[in-house]
């Protein structure tokens, strides 16, 4: 493992960044240049819980990077956040920000966040845990009279897919409080097959149990993906796509 990830780190130099031992090399990064390199720096990519696009985004310096032709949607239910997402990607056409929520099934849901008046009572990253369970944010310690409520229109990531005309799907990036694995098991993988799917476990906070990580990881498994654990989030991808690619063009 230790040879290959020297190797991806090399590859980096050849986009023009510095790569300096650390005790956590980012992995996911590592993957998605390694990605964007064999798409001849093109990436199409659904991102689902975008945020504000730079707080806790780990795809802004990516698909803003000039060199890389970047084509996709960046979602956010929140709407004081979309409003700053909405600002955040204005100078890039060829991204959509969309102010709909993820679900399977519902066409619309309630959406659970904390009053914004709260930020100077409350940790400020509880700003950006808002959920379709309430009891996630009473989880993390926000009191029940900063819970407020939303409802949301609802689509599925086919929906999306096929709005944006996507010729294919590079990275699917999940982050949703707790609602990621609900996400790629609904995934119809007949229709959308993405080659990368980033996503959120939180395991040492909970967010997702061992049981239900481990579950996740076999059905993932049974679609042809291999899942690699990050500290915080994971990264599945398809053998075949990065291996062979290693092999082709390495």
């Keep these: 493992m230790s040879l290959a990830r020297d190797w991806l780190n090399r590859q980096l130099l050849h986009w023009g960044y510095r790569v300096e031992r650390t005790l956590k090399p980012d992995l996911f990064e590592i993957l998605l240049w390694r990605f964007i390199e064999i798409n001849d720096r093109e990436l199409q990519f659904i991102q689902i819980g975008a945020n504000d696009g730079v707080n806790y985004d780990p795809l802004r310096s990516v698909v803003t990077n000039k060199r890389v032709k970047a084509q996709g949607a960046v979602i956010e239910p929140v709407p004081r956040f979309f409003e700053l997402l909405q600002q955040n990607y204005a100078?890039?056409?060829s991204i959509e920000p969309l102010?709909?929520?993820?679900?399977?099934?519902?066409?619309?849901?309630?959406?659970y966040y904390v009053d914004e008046r709260s930020v100077k009572e409350l940790p400020k990253w509880v700003l950006g845990i808002a959920s379709f369970d309430r009891s996630h944010?009473?989880?993390n310690g926000v009191p029940e009279d900063k819970i407020r409520?939303?409802?949301v229109p609802c689509k599925t990531v086919v929906e999306?897919?096929?709005e944006q005309q996507l010729s294919r799907l590079d990275l699917l990036q999940i982050d949703t409080e707790g609602y990621d694995a609900t996400i790629i098991r609904g995934l119809d993988f007949d229709r959308l097959r993405p080659r990368l799917i980033h996503f959120e476990h939180g395991l040492r906070d909970g967010l997702m149990s061992e049981k239900d990580f481990v579950s996740l990881v076999g059905f993932l498994n049974s679609q042809g993906y291999q899942v690699l654990p990050e500290d915080y989030d994971a990264i599945a991808f398809k053998p075949n796509d990065l291996l062979g690619?290693?092999?082709d063009k390495g």
């Excluded at 102010?99 to 959406?111: C, D, F, G, P, S």
Aim: glycine content about 0%; aromatic content about 8%.
């Design 99 to 111: 102010n709909v929520a993820i679900h399977n099934v519902q066409r619309t849901a309630n959406l």
């Design 245 to 247: 690619s290693l092999l």
């Design 149 to 151: 409520s939303t409802e």
């Design 91 to 93: 100078k890039y056409p």
């Design 137 to 139: 944010l009473v989880r």
């Design 160 to 162: 999306i897919y096929e």
